[in-house]
């Protein structure tokens, strides 16, 4: 079903291909584009283990991206903290924050888990805008992340920068692929499928979906830490519901069904915006049509209908296995 | 926070009748628009989440017909209608088509109609906010109450909203059209199979539910200013309210309403920091103890 | 092993179990039969912990059960197979298997290791072995004919060892020569698993011929028990079943 090793392999070949981008003397705009699609990847992708995976639709993704990208901020602009203390706070932080609101929300049906982590989201975004004296409010944490360096790496230099961003964004990739191929990634599977069944065998769905919700809140913090890292700054707009839509359209454009969905999605909807951006400011309005005909059209991401033609010849044969095996029974009963 | 301006405030009549009055005003104008998410999911059981951006068309509305007509009476009912005929419009093109989905589909077109909305509301009337000024039918001395000022537009606001809410109650309640709709809200197709025409009555609800947040939105037109992101915010305290109230029930959000809407005025005064943490702890609390709402009636 | 006593639930006004006492000994093999409406589902409802009984006792080898969660119960030993299959549809068969395994062994929050655990895969193939769905085990659940839903419903339950396991009507849906390969089944892990298995039947000739005893319910209290025999020639419930003027044994759809 699954191999640890070939996941590995593709995992360090991805690693490789990020690291020759710069080697090979792309442009700054590529290597922007690739430290955007990182940080946005990883909110998509922490999302969909908690959308494809456990069936558990989040609209407040968001405010854990945020919360790991200002924790990250004030505790360097504190100047207390290295930038591994701080890397480790953040998403300490975050995982304190997504126990408290998974406890209350993961209980909850669909329409009332969506519609509350949308409204904690809200909560976070507003305390963010209204601390002024704490957070910068809408302008936003100013004056720059301090980079002191740690362990020989300078974390000022772009190249090292990127380095050190597609290091922790393959690990990230490759932690949330381990959860999903081990047996808690399975649960996972079932608790989506059939609650009440999973239930009938004995599994404690209220905590697995609780450790999932923190899991996939501590990956998006990474994402937010990179993305601070990246424009030097942390911004109220990256706990604003819009970032959360844009997480889920992320994971219906690429597909919630195949692992790397998510994140082909982020590619294909960053190209979209940038390529929007160059022709109208109206981006809003462009993606809101392509949203439109994208649910109503053709109900699923393009990934998806792919791995369903796959997943369709798979069955084939496992059918004709099984209609071999019956004709053979049928011949055996009639003997 | 500055409790002691909470108490001082509350030991003065004076203040107690503004706060009161702006709490109820906030509250009437949530009533309304959440009366109508609580309609729409009461009886279709989908979450408009578009809802917001329909109170914003209300008051762009209200403010164009002000600009046409000069009567602001002309103008807030033109705009309920439009309001309610481009709901009907959003039901039976977008939404019907997503009834049967996950959450997730039915977020993601209202999502998108969001989306559209804002940009094409920025796109006709411009980003800057607009404001439409008090109607002259209003421009009368403010009343005088028990030391406190009270504009007579408010009290004009709040008559209105009760009396929308308690047509709307009665129409629900009482006439053949609202047992018809309550009937389709828990069980659909067996309305359907008596040979009504349920579709019709959805639309007919959704129309409703979006009429109640235009009219909101054009009650709002003389004391808001109108920007391209009002419907938001305001969305989210209407589904803190409907949450209160409990999903489905009229009389739930009234309730939920007037609670919120306190809790913002006197509040603002009290405590502006954590007035959004305050209205989050009431609904958090509800949801553990009594998750089906004050007034809901309990899912299994 | 499985001991019923004065059990009695009434949702609203209406009494759906009323003052049951029922005694199903340890390994034994027994049909419940009644009318629909009888309060048979209710019954394994009520012995799963869906809902508590309003007043009685459910006595698992003597430790009372009832009120007790649905999961507490499940862990200690009662298993159940339900009458519209309840499946994984994106899970294969083996997969599903591996992974009721994996919670009866309570490793389903393992992080480390790969699905499927070697020890889980090995119980999940023994259970297709002996239901006879080796053959579909490549098969996404919701892919499944009718019939082998049914026995994939019954593996799941399976996978928990119980030592009480409660089949509702394993041969819904199926025609003749089905229902018989069915019951052959579930004869064939009876006495594989040597566990206490009741199941809730309307084929009489099932029934009789496979069942040690036969419980009938009418109107959520029980109106006869015995041996088949002893039951089929009971008046009172050939009366329940047939009315008044009753002919020998029925055949399919006896039931009203």
Redesign the interface.
């Known amino acids: 079903?699954?191999?640890?090793w070939r996941d590995l392999g593709l995992a360090g070949l991805g690693l490789v291909l990020l690291l020759l981008v710069p080697v090979f003397g792309a442009p700054p705009a590529i290597r922007d584009f690739i430290m955007f699609g990182m940080a946005y990847g990883l909110l998509a992708m922490s999302l969909n283990l908690l959308?494809g995976y456990t069936g558990l639709?989040s609209?407040g993704h968001a405010m854990f991206f945020a919360a790991g990208a200002y924790a990250f901020g004030l505790a360097m602009q504190s100047g207390k903290f290295s930038i591994p203390g701080a890397f480790v706070l953040a998403i300490g932080f975050t995982a304190l924050m997504a126990l408290i609101i998974g406890a209350?929300c993961v209980r909850?049906?669909?329409?009332?888990f969506?519609?509350?982590t949308?409204?904690?989201q809200?909560?976070f975004y507003?305390?963010i805008l209204?601390?002024v004296s704490f957070t910068g409010g809408d302008q936003g944490l100013m004056g720059g992340i301090p980079r002191p360096k740690f362990l020989g790496i300078d974390l000022a230099d772009r190249t090292q920068l990127y380095v050190f961003c597609s290091v922790a964004f393959v690990a990230c990739i490759a932690v949330l692929r381990?959860?999903v191929?081990?047996?808690?990634?399975?649960?996972l599977?079932?608790i989506?499928?059939?609650q009440?069944?999973?239930?009938?065998?004995?599994?404690?769905v209220t905590m697995?979906k609780l450790?999932c919700f923190v899991m996939s809140a501590c990956v998006a913090a990474v994402g937010g830490i990179l993305l601070t890292l990246f424009v030097s700054g942390a911004y109220p707009n990256f706990g604003f519901?819009t970032t959360s839509?844009e997480a889920?359209?992320m994971i219906?454009l690429g597909g919630s069904n195949v692992f790397l969905g998510p994140l082909v999605g982020t590619v294909i909807l960053r190209l979209l915006n940038d390529i929007t951006v160059t022709y109208t400011s109206?981006t809003?309005?462009v993606?809101?049509?392509v949203?439109?005909v994208l649910?109503?059209g053709l109900?699923k991401g393009p990934l998806d209908l792919l791995a369903e033609r796959w997943?369709n010849r798979?069955?084939a044969?496992?059918?004709a296995?099984?209609d071999a095996?019956?004709k053979d029974a049928q011949t055996g009963r009639d003997a | 926070m500055d409790l002691d301006a909470l108490l001082r405030c509350v030991g003065m009549t004076s203040c107690v009748v503004t706060q009161l009055t702006s709490g109820m005003i906030i509250g009437m104008l949530l009533f309304l628009i959440a009366s109508g998410v609580t309609l729409i999911f009461g009886v279709l059981n989908v979450?408009n989440f578009a809802h917001g951006s329909l109170y914003m068309i209300g008051a762009y509305a209200a403010w164009t017909f002000y600009q046409l007509t000069g009567s602001y009476f002309v103008s807030a009912l033109g705009a309920a209608v439009a309001v309610g005929v481009l709901g009907v419009l959003f039901e039976r093109v977008?939404m019907s088509?997503?009834y049967g989905s996950?959450?997730?589909?039915q977020?993601?077109?209202c999502?998108?109609?969001?989306?559209?909305s804002?940009?094409?509301i920025?796109?006709i009337w411009g980003p800057v906010p607009l404001s439409m000024g008090m109607p002259p039918e209003f421009r009368l001395p403010p009343v005088r109450f028990m030391g406190g000022v009270i504009p007579p537009f408010y009290i004009f606001m709040i008559l209105a909203a009760m009396a929308i809410g308690l047509l709307l109650w009665l129409v629900i309640g009482r006439t053949r059209f609202g047992s018809i709709v309550r009937a389709a809200a828990i069980n659909g197709p067996m309305v359907s199979a008596l040979g009504i025409r349920v579709n019709l009555y959805y639309a007919a609800v959704f129309g409703i539910g979006s009429a109640l947040a235009g009219a909101a939105g054009a009650l709002a037109a003389p004391v808001r200013s109108l920007t391209p992101g009002m419907g938001?915010s305001i969305l989210?305290e209407s589904?803190?309210v409907t949450?209160i109230g409990g999903m489905g029930s009229i009389v739930g959000a009234f309730a939920a309403s007037i609670i919120i809407g306190l809790t913002r005025s006197f509040g603002s005064i009290g405590f502006p920091?954590f007035v959004?943490?305050v209205m989050?702890l009431i609904?958090?609390l509800v949801?553990?103890f009594k998750?089906s709402g004050l007034f809901g009636r309990a899912?299994r | 092993m499985l001991k019923l006593e004065n059990l009695k639930k009434s949702f609203g006004g209406v009494s759906a179990t009323r003052d049951v006492t029922l005694d199903f000994a340890d390994g034994s093999l027994s049909a419940i039969i009644g009318p629909n409406g009888a309060g048979k589902t209710t019954l394994f409802n009520l012995i799963?912990g869906r809902f508590p009984p309003d007043t009685g006792r459910i006595l698992l080898a003597g430790e009372n059960i009832a009120g007790l969660s649905?999961?507490r119960i499940?862990?200690l030993g009662i298993g159940?197979a339900f009458q519209v299959a309840?499946?994984?549809?994106?899970?294969?068969v083996a997969?599903a298997l591996?992974?009721?395994a994996?919670?009866?062994q309570?490793?389903?929050?393992?992080?480390?290791?790969?699905?499927?655990?070697p020890a889980?895969m090995a119980q999940g193939d023994e259970i297709m072995e002996l239901l006879g769905l080796?053959?579909?085990?490549?098969?996404?659940s919701r892919?499944l004919s009718h019939g082998d839903q049914k026995l994939l419903d019954i593996g799941?339950a399976l996978?928990?060892e119980p030592r009480v396991l409660l089949l509702d009507e394993p041969t819904a849906g199926m025609g003749p020569e089905e229902r018989w390969r069915m019951i052959e089944t579930v004869q064939r892990l009876w006495r594989a698993r040597r566990m206490t298995l009741i199941f809730i039947e309307h084929d009489m000739d099932i029934v009789f011929k496979v069942a040690q005893t036969v419980r009938v319910l009418s109107y959520g209290s029980v109106l006869a028990e015995g041996t088949p025999d002893e039951v089929r020639t009971n008046p009172k419930v050939i009366e329940a079943y047939l009315g008044k003027s009753a002919h020998g044994t029925s055949g399919q759809g006896a039931a009203v």
Do not use: C
């Open positions: 079903m699954t191999s640890r959308i639709v609209f209350i909850l049906n669909e329409i009332y969506a519609f509350l949308l409204a904690f809200m909560l507003n305390i209204g601390w381990q959860i191929t081990s047996p808690f990634g399975y649960t599977r079932m989506r499928d059939n009440e069944r999973a239930a009938f065998l004995g599994i404690n697995v450790a519901w839509g889920i359209f219906l109206h809003e309005l993606l809101g049509i949203i439109l649910v109503l109900r997943e798979r069955q044969k496992a059918q296995v099984r095996a019956d | 979450i977008l088509k997503v996950n959450v997730l589909m977020l993601l077109v999502y998108a109609v969001v989306l559209i804002d940009d094409l920025k796109i938001f989210i589904f803190i949450v920091l959004d943490g989050f609904m958090a949801l553990i998750p899912h | 799963t649905q999961r499940v862990r159940r309840s499946l994984f549809p994106t899970l294969t997969e591996a992974a009721a994996q919670a009866h309570r490793r389903e929050t393992l992080l480390r290791s790969p699905f499927p655990l889980t080796t053959r579909v085990a490549g098969i996404l892919n799941l996978a928990l």
